[in-house]
C-alpha cells in the first residue's frame, strides 16, 4: 500500500493511528486540544464553569460541595464525610436528609459508617500479597519450626520473641479505625465467577450470611446491559426467592474449608474460631450438602416434624 | 510529498533503520510520519505494549501489527491491589490468547499484569507457540500448578518463567518435574509466590543442574535453609537469587556449607526472599555483600542491629528494600547508618511491620528519611511508610533530593498534620514537586488542603502517575491537577471530596489519560452518565456492589468509578456490579 489515497484518506488514517498509538504505547503523544468540551458538560449542571480563584477572592466563587448539600458524600470512613469543618455541618444536614429517603440499603450504612468508628478498606495501602506474607509468617513463627531454635539460642529467643509481637498485630488489630482484611473466596454453585469476602468486615454468622446473600441472592432487575447476560438471567431464574442460609430454610447451605481441609457447615464454632479456621467459602445446594453435617438434615426433620404438630 | 517521496529510501533500507527504534514512543512517532512510514512500520513492530487490556481488542491489535513477537498487557487497575476492585471485576486474558494463537504462530513473549489467566489460557499457550521463550504474570490469578505443568511440558525452549506475587491455586507439586530432561534453556525463574508444597525439590534441582545459563533464581518458601546450599552450588553463575525460608536452628556445618556456596557465586549482585530470618544465618551472606547492587529485604523480619551489620558491608547498594520492625531500638539510627555507608543508593523501600497498630511506631520517623535524603545524593525513588511527617523534613528532602522521580509516602494515620505545626503538609509536598523536576510519580497522604493541589498542578509538569487518599477540599483541587498536569496518564483517588464540576470541565484531559479512578468520593451518577454520553472515546464504569446505580436518585454519588480511554468500545464481559454508561449500550438494551 505504497503512496496514493487522498488527503483527507490520510487524515483519517493519522487520526487513527494517533488513536491505536495512544492506547499502545506506554506513554502518551502531546494531548490535543481540538475537543474541549467545556461548557456543553457544563451547562446542565447550570452553566457553571471553573475558574481559578485568587487568594483575594474577588472572582467567581468556585461552588464545592457545600454549595450542593444534596450531595451527599457516602463512603465507607468517617473521616471524608467531616473532612473539613466547614463541610460537615451540610454533610450532617444532607446525612440527616438521607434519613427520611426510605428503603435505600446505602443511607442506613452511611449513618452508621458516620457514627461508628469504621474500617477502612485497603489502608494503608500494603499489597494483599505483602500482608498475606506477613499473616503467615506471624503463624509459623508461633508454631513450630521455632520451639528448638528458641531453646537453645535464649538471646535470640527474646528477640525474635519481640519480633513476632509486632508482626502478629497484622492478625489481630488493636485499632478499629485500621485493620487488616482477611478476604476469602466464595463460590456458589451454579455461578462460574466467584467472589471475595473480607472476614473482618463482619462480626457475625448473621452479617456474614447477610453479605453474601446480596451478593448472590439478590434479585437485582437487570439494569446492566452489558455485561454477561446470560450469567445474570441464570441467576434471576435460580434465584426467586429471599433465602436465608443459615436456618437450612434455603436451597442452599454456607460451607467452608477449614485448615484441615475439610467441608464443614458454617454456624457450629464461635466466631472468632472460625476466623482463624476458615479458609474458603461456598455455598452449596442443600442437596449435596447431606453428607456434609448430620446437623442440619436433623434440623430440617426437626422443622418438617414441628410442622407436622 | 510525492516528490519527497522519490528520493526516499527503499523498504528494505527503512525497514532495517526502523528495527534499532524499540521504545514505543518513537515507534508510534516514525508512524505518523507518512503513510508508507506507517506501512512499514507497522509490518515490521515486534513488540506491542498495552497499558490497559481494555483500550483495544485484540483483533485491531492484530489487524495493524501482523507480525508481533511479544506481547505486554495490563489488567487490573492499581488499586487492585489494596482489595478496592471487588473479585470478577475482569481483566481476562482468554480471549487476547485465543486470538494470538491464530494469528501469532511465532509469538515468543507474553508479559501479564494484574490479570486473569486460567489453566485454559496456560494450555493454549502451551500448544499454539512453538517458540514461546517468556512468561512473566505479574501480580495475576486465577490458575493453578495445572496450567503451569502444562507450560513446562510444552514449552521446549523457555527461557523465562516469572510468577511474581501472583496467586496460584496448589494442586500438585510436581508441575516442575514436567520439564522435559532436554529442556535447559532457562534463565529466569521466578516462583517465590508458590505455597508450601508446590515444588518438588528434586525435580528443581535437576531443572538447576542442566540449565547453565540460569541467572535468575527466586525460591519460594519451602525451600529451607539447609537446601540453598545444593542449589547455589548447582548454579554458581546466579547473578539473582531469591532464598526461600532462612531459618533454621544453628548449625556450624550447615553454615559454614551456606557461607562456602554463597561465596562461589562470584556474579552474584541481588538478593531477596529471607523469610523467617534467623539472624545467626545473616553473617553467610557478608563474602558477597561487597558485590550487592539490591537487597530485598522487606518480608525479613530481623531488627536493626541485624540490619545495620548486614547493610554495612554492602557499600554498593543501589537499591535496598526493608521491613522496619517494632523495636526498642530506633530506626532512624539504622538509616543514619545506611546513609553514611550505602552512597549509590538510588532506591529505598520502607514497609510497615505493624500498620495496624494502636501504639504509634515511634521507632521510625520523617527523621530516616531525611538522614537519606541528605547521605545518599543519587535517590531516584523512594516509598515511606512511617506515621509523622513535617513540612519543614519533606522540603529537605526535597532540597537534598533535586533528582526524585519516584516519591511514594504513606503516613499511616489518614489526615495527620505537621506533627510540629499541626499544619497540613500542603507545602512539604508543594517542595517535592517544585524541586523534583523530573517527578513522575508521586503518592500523597496526611493532611492536605486544595494548595497541595495546586502546587502539583503548577510543578507536576511531568508527573504521570498521581495517587490521592483523603485529601483536599473541593473540586478546585481536582480541577488543578487534571488541567495543569500535562504528563498525566494514571490518576487514582479514594475517600476525597472532589465531585461532577472537575471532572466535567476536564472531560477532554481524561482523553489524553490513560484511566482515572475514584472511589468514596462525590461524582454522582448523572454526571457519569453525562461524561458517558458526551464521550464516546471514554468507557466509563460505576462499579457498585450493592445495588444498581439507577435505583437512586440521579444526583447520588457512586461508590466507584473508573474512566479509561479506549477505542474498542464498551467491553463484554462486565460482572453484574460493574455499569458502563456507554449510551450506545443503554439503547442496546
Given at each position: 500500500?505504497?503512496?496514493?489515497?487522498?488527503?483527507?484518506?490520510?487524515?483519517?488514517?493519522?487520526?487513527?493511528?494517533?488513536?491505536?498509538?495512544m492506547?499502545?504505547s506506554s506513554e502518551d503523544s502531546s494531548c490535543?486540544?481540538?475537543?474541549?468540551?467545556?461548557?456543553?458538560?457544563?451547562?446542565?449542571?447550570?452553566?457553571?464553569?471553573?475558574?481559578?480563584?485568587?487568594?483575594?477572592?474577588?472572582?467567581?466563587?468556585?461552588?464545592?460541595?457545600?454549595?450542593?448539600?444534596?450531595?451527599?458524600?457516602?463512603?465507607?470512613?468517617?473521616?471524608?464525610?467531616?473532612?473539613?469543618?466547614?463541610?460537615?455541618?451540610?454533610?450532617?444536614?444532607?446525612?440527616?436528609?438521607?434519613?427520611?429517603?426510605?428503603?435505600?440499603?446505602?443511607?442506613?450504612?452511611?449513618?452508621?459508617?458516620?457514627?461508628?468508628?469504621?474500617?477502612?478498606?485497603?489502608?494503608?495501602?500494603?499489597?494483599?500479597?505483602?500482608?498475606?506474607?506477613?499473616?503467615?509468617?506471624?503463624?509459623?513463627?508461633?508454631?513450630?519450626?521455632?520451639?528448638?531454635?528458641?531453646?537453645?539460642?535464649?538471646?535470640?529467643?527474646?528477640?525474635?520473641?519481640?519480633?513476632?509481637?509486632?508482626?502478629?498485630?497484622?492478625?489481630?488489630?488493636?485499632?478499629?479505625?485500621?485493620?487488616?482484611?482477611?478476604?476469602?473466596?466464595?463460590?456458589?454453585?451454579?455461578?462460574?465467577?466467584?467472589?471475595?469476602?473480607?472476614?473482618?468486615?463482619?462480626?457475625?454468622?448473621?452479617?456474614?450470611?447477610?453479605?453474601?446473600?446480596?451478593?448472590?441472592?439478590?434479585?437485582?432487575?437487570?439494569?446492566?446491559?452489558?455485561?454477561?447476560?446470560?450469567?445474570?438471567?441464570?441467576?434471576?431464574?435460580?434465584?426467586?426467592?429471599?433465602?436465608?442460609?443459615?436456618?437450612?430454610?434455603?436451597?442452599?447451605?454456607?460451607?467452608?474449608?477449614?485448615?484441615?481441609?475439610?467441608?464443614?457447615?458454617?454456624?457450629?464454632?464461635?466466631?472468632?474460631?472460625?476466623?482463624?479456621?476458615?479458609?474458603?467459602?461456598?455455598?452449596?445446594?442443600?442437596?449435596?450438602?447431606?453428607?456434609?453435617?448430620?446437623?442440619?438434615?436433623?434440623?430440617?426433620?426437626?422443622?418438617?416434624?414441628?410442622?407436622?404438630? | 510529498?510525492?516528490?519527497?517521496?522519490?528520493?526516499?529510501?527503499?523498504?528494505?533500507?527503512?525497514?532495517?533503520?526502523?528495527?534499532?527504534?524499540?521504545?514505543?514512543k518513537?515507534?508510534?512517532?516514525?508512524?505518523?510520519?507518512?503513510?508508507?512510514?506507517?506501512?512499514?512500520?507497522?509490518?515490521?513492530?515486534?513488540?506491542?505494549?498495552?497499558?490497559?487490556?481494555?483500550?483495544?481488542?485484540?483483533?485491531?491489535?492484530?489487524?495493524?501489527?501482523?507480525?508481533?513477537?511479544?506481547?505486554?498487557?495490563?489488567?487490573?487497575?492499581?488499586?487492585?491491589?489494596?482489595?478496592?476492585?471487588?473479585?470478577?471485576?475482569?481483566?481476562?486474558?482468554?480471549?487476547?490468547?485465543?486470538?494470538?494463537?491464530?494469528?501469532?504462530?511465532?509469538?515468543?513473549?507474553?508479559?501479564?499484569?494484574?490479570?486473569?489467566?486460567?489453566?485454559?489460557?496456560?494450555?493454549?499457550?502451551?500448544?499454539?507457540?512453538?517458540?514461546?521463550?517468556?512468561?512473566?504474570?505479574?501480580?495475576?490469578?486465577?490458575?493453578?500448578?495445572?496450567?503451569?505443568?502444562?507450560?513446562?511440558?510444552?514449552?521446549?525452549?523457555?527461557?523465562?518463567?516469572?510468577?511474581?506475587?501472583?496467586?496460584?491455586?496448589?494442586?500438585?507439586?510436581?508441575?516442575?518435574?514436567?520439564?522435559?530432561?532436554?529442556?535447559?534453556?532457562?534463565?529466569?525463574?521466578?516462583?517465590?509466590?508458590?505455597?508450601?508444597?508446590?515444588?518438588?525439590?528434586?525435580?528443581?534441582?535437576?531443572?538447576?543442574?542442566?540449565?547453565?545459563?540460569?541467572?535468575?533464581?527466586?525460591?519460594?518458601?519451602?525451600?529451607?535453609?539447609?537446601?540453598?546450599?545444593?542449589?547455589?552450588?548447582?548454579?554458581?553463575?546466579?547473578?539473582?537469587?531469591?532464598?526461600?525460608?532462612?531459618?533454621?536452628?544453628?548449625?556450624?556445618?550447615?553454615?559454614?556449607?551456606?557461607?562456602?556456596?554463597?561465596?562461589?557465586?562470584?556474579?552474584?549482585?541481588?538478593?531477596?526472599?529471607?523469610?523467617?530470618?534467623?539472624?545467626?544465618?545473616?553473617?553467610?551472606?557478608?563474602?558477597?555483600?561487597?558485590?550487592?547492587?539490591?537487597?530485598?529485604?522487606?518480608?525479613?523480619?530481623?531488627?536493626?542491629?541485624?540490619?545495620?551489620?548486614?547493610?554495612?558491608?554492602?557499600?554498593?547498594?543501589?537499591?535496598?528494600?526493608?521491613?522496619?520492625?517494632?523495636?526498642?531500638?530506633?530506626?532512624?539510627?539504622?538509616?543514619?547508618?545506611?546513609?553514611?555507608?550505602?552512597?549509590?543508593?538510588?532506591?529505598?523501600?520502607?514497609?510497615?511491620?505493624?500498620?495496624?497498630?494502636?501504639?504509634?511506631?515511634?521507632?521510625?520517623?520523617?527523621?530516616?528519611?531525611?538522614?537519606?535524603?541528605?547521605?545518599?545524593?543519587?535517590?531516584?525513588?523512594?516509598?515511606?511508610?512511617?506515621?509523622?511527617?513535617?513540612?519543614?523534613?519533606?522540603?529537605?528532602?526535597?532540597?537534598?533530593?533535586?533528582?526524585?522521580t519516584?516519591?511514594?509516602?504513606?503516613?499511616?494515620?489518614?489526615?495527620?498534620?505537621?506533627?510540629?505545626?499541626?499544619?497540613?503538609?500542603?507545602?512539604?509536598?508543594?517542595?517535592?514537586v517544585?524541586?523534583?523536576k523530573d517527578l513522575r510519580r508521586l503518592?500523597?497522604?496526611?493532611?492536605?488542603?486544595?494548595?497541595?493541589?495546586?502546587?502539583i498542578g503548577?510543578y507536576g509538569k511531568k508527573l504521570e502517575m498521581l495517587?490521592?487518599?483523603?485529601?483536599?477540599?473541593?473540586?478546585?483541587?481536582?480541577?488543578?491537577v487534571l488541567s495543569g498536569c500535562e504528563s498525566l496518564r494514571k490518576l487514582?483517588?479514594?475517600?476525597?471530596?472532589?465531585?461532577?464540576?472537575?471532572?466535567?470541565?476536564?472531560?477532554?484531559k481524561?482523553?489524553t489519560m490513560r484511566?482515572?479512578?475514584?472511589?468514596?468520593?462525590?461524582?454522582?451518577?448523572?454526571?457519569?452518565?453525562?461524561?458517558?454520553?458526551?464521550?464516546?472515546?471514554?468507557?466509563?464504569?460505576?462499579?457498585?456492589?450493592?445495588?444498581?446505580?439507577?435505583?437512586?436518585?440521579?444526583?447520588?454519588?457512586?461508590?466507584?468509578?473508573?474512566?479509561?480511554?479506549?477505542?474498542?468500545?464498551?467491553?463484554?464481559?462486565?460482572?453484574?456490579?460493574?455499569?458502563?454508561?456507554?449510551?450506545?449500550?443503554?439503547?442496546?438494551?
Open positions: 500500500m505504497q503512496g496514493g489515497g487522498g488527503g483527507s484518506e490520510s487524515g483519517s488514517m493519522s487520526t487513527v493511528s494517533r488513536e491505536d498509538n492506547v499502545m490535543s486540544d481540538e475537543s474541549e468540551l467545556e461548557l456543553g458538560l457544563g451547562l446542565s449542571l447550570g452553566g457553571f464553569k471553573m475558574h481559578q480563584v485568587s487568594r483575594g477572592g474577588h472572582y467567581a466563587r468556585i461552588l464545592t460541595a457545600k454549595d450542593f448539600p444534596s450531595v451527599i458524600s457516602a463512603s465507607s470512613s468517617p473521616s471524608s464525610s467531616s473532612s473539613s469543618s466547614s463541610s460537615s455541618s451540610s454533610s450532617s444536614s444532607s446525612l440527616s436528609r438521607a434519613n427520611v429517603t426510605a428503603g435505600t440499603k446505602r443511607t442506613a450504612d452511611s449513618v452508621a459508617a458516620a457514627n461508628s468508628s469504621s474500617q477502612v478498606v485497603g489502608w494503608p495501602p500494603i499489597r494483599a500479597y505483602r500482608m498475606n506474607s506477613m499473616v503467615n509468617q506471624a503463624k509459623n513463627q508461633a508454631t513450630e519450626g521455632f520451639n528448638s531454635t528458641m531453646e537453645n539460642h535464649k538471646s535470640e529467643t527474646s528477640t525474635v520473641e519481640k519480633g513476632t509481637t509486632g508482626i502478629s498485630s497484622y492478625q489481630n488489630s488493636g485499632n478499629a479505625k485500621l485493620r487488616k482484611s482477611l478476604f476469602v473466596k466464595v463460590n456458589m454453585d451454579g455461578i462460574p465467577i466467584g467472589r471475595k469476602v473480607d472476614m473482618n468486615a463482619h462480626e457475625s454468622y448473621e452479617k456474614l450470611a447477610k453479605t453474601l446473600e446480596d451478593m448472590f441472592l439478590k434479585t437485582t432487575p437487570n439494569v446492566n446491559p452489558a455485561g454477561s447476560r446470560a450469567l445474570k438471567l441464570g441467576m434471576m431464574n435460580k434465584l426467586t426467592r429471599s433465602s436465608k442460609l443459615l436456618d437450612g430454610s434455603s436451597d442452599f447451605v454456607l460451607t467452608y474449608e477449614d485448615k484441615e481441609g475439610d467441608w464443614m457447615l458454617v454456624g457450629d464454632v464461635p466466631w472468632k474460631v472460625f476466623l482463624s479456621s476458615v479458609k474458603r467459602l461456598r455455598i452449596m445446594r442443600t442437596s449435596e450438602a447431606t453428607g456434609l453435617a448430620p446437623r442440619l438434615h436433623e434440623r430440617n426433620c426437626q422443622r418438617q416434624r414441628s410442622k407436622h404438630i | 510529498m510525492q516528490k519527497e517521496m522519490a528520493y526516499s529510501f527503499p523498504d528494505e533500507v527503512l525497514k532495517h533503520v526502523f528495527s534499532f527504534i524499540q521504545s514505543d518513537d515507534r508510534n512517532a516514525v508512524s505518523l510520519v507518512c503513510k508508507s512510514w506507517y506501512e512499514i512500520e507497522r509490518w515490521c513492530r515486534r513488540k506491542v505494549f498495552i497499558g490497559n487490556c481494555y483500550a483495544v481488542s485484540p483483533r485491531m491489535v492484530i489487524r495493524r501489527f501482523p507480525e508481533v513477537r511479544s506481547i505486554e498487557l495490563k489488567g487490573k487497575p492499581h488499586f487492585a491491589d489494596f482489595n478496592l476492585v471487588p473479585d470478577g471485576w475482569g481483566g481476562y486474558v482468554l480471549q487476547w490468547i485465543a486470538e494470538m494463537a491464530g494469528a501469532y504462530p511465532w509469538l515468543g513473549e507474553i508479559r501479564l499484569k494484574r490479570m486473569v489467566v486460567t489453566d485454559e489460557s496456560l494450555e493454549l499457550i502451551a500448544k499454539s507457540f512453538k517458540n514461546f521463550k517468556v512468561l512473566v504474570l505479574f501480580s495475576c490469578e486465577g490458575f493453578s500448578t495445572d496450567g503451569l505443568a502444562a507450560i513446562a511440558a510444552s514449552c521446549k525452549n523457555l527461557r523465562e518463567l516469572d510468577l511474581r506475587e501472583s496467586e496460584v491455586d496448589d494442586l500438585s507439586g510436581h508441575w516442575l518435574a514436567q520439564f522435559p530432561e532436554t529442556c535447559t534453556s532457562l534463565v529466569s525463574l521466578n516462583i517465590s509466590c508458590l505455597g508450601s508444597d508446590e515444588v518438588s525439590f528434586s525435580a528443581l534441582e535437576r531443572l538447576v543442574d542442566r540449565c547453565p545459563n540460569l541467572r535468575s533464581l527466586q525460591l519460594n518458601r519451602a525451600v529451607t535453609l539447609d537446601k540453598i546450599a545444593n542449589i547455589l552450588r548447582r548454579a554458581p553463575q546466579l547473578v539473582d537469587f531469591g532464598t526461600g525460608n532462612y531459618a533454621a536452628e544453628l548449625q556450624p556445618d550447615v553454615f559454614s556449607n551456606l557461607a562456602g556456596a554463597f561465596s562461589s557465586c562470584k556474579e552474584l549482585k541481588s538478593l531477596s526472599g529471607f523469610w523467617d530470618v534467623v539472624p545467626a544465618y545473616l553473617p553467610a551472606l557478608y563474602s558477597i555483600c561487597p558485590r550487592l547492587t539490591s537487597l530485598n529485604l522487606s518480608y525479613a523480619t530481623i531488627q536493626s542491629p541485624d540490619l545495620i551489620k548486614l547493610v554495612s558491608h554492602c557499600p554498593r547498594l543501589q537499591r535496598l528494600l526493608f521491613l522496619i520492625q517494632v523495636l526498642d531500638y530506633v530506626e532512624d539510627s539504622g538509616l543514619e547508618e545506611l546513609a553514611s555507608s550505602c552512597k549509590d543508593l538510588q532506591e529505598l523501600r520502607v514497609f510497615p511491620s505493624d500498620p495496624f497498630g494502636v501504639e504509634p511506631n515511634v521507632s521510625l520517623t520523617e527523621q530516616g528519611l531525611v538522614a537519606v535524603s541528605l547521605g545518599c545524593p543519587k535517590l531516584q525513588s523512594v516509598l515511606y511508610f512511617c506515621r509523622r511527617m513535617s513540612n519543614a523534613a519533606l522540603v529537605t528532602i526535597a532540597q537534598n533530593c533535586p533528582n526524585l519516584r516519591f511514594r509516602l504513606c503516613i499511616i494515620e489518614p489526615k495527620t498534620p505537621d506533627y510540629l505545626t499541626l499544619e497540613p503538609l500542603d507545602a512539604g509536598f508543594g517542595a517535592i517544585e524541586h523534583c503518592s500523597l497522604s496526611g493532611l492536605l488542603t486544595d494548595h497541595v493541589f495546586e502546587y503548577t495517587s490521592v487518599a483523603f485529601a483536599g477540599d473541593s473540586d478546585l483541587g481536582l480541577h488543578h487514582e483517588i479514594r475517600d476525597c471530596p472532589f465531585g461532577d464540576k472537575a471532572l466535567l470541565a476536564n472531560a477532554a481524561l482523553e484511566s482515572l479512578w475514584m472511589s468514596s468520593c462525590a461524582v454522582s451518577f448523572g454526571a457519569c452518565k453525562l461524561l458517558g454520553q458526551k464521550m464516546p472515546k471514554l468507557n466509563v464504569e460505576v462499579i457498585d456492589e450493592t445495588e444498581p446505580p439507577d435505583s437512586r436518585p440521579e444526583s447520588y454519588p457512586v461508590d466507584k468509578l473508573y474512566i479509561y480511554r479506549s477505542v474498542a468500545g464498551p467491553r463484554f464481559d462486565m460482572p453484574p456490579f460493574v455499569w458502563s454508561m456507554d449510551e450506545a449500550v443503554k439503547i442496546l438494551h
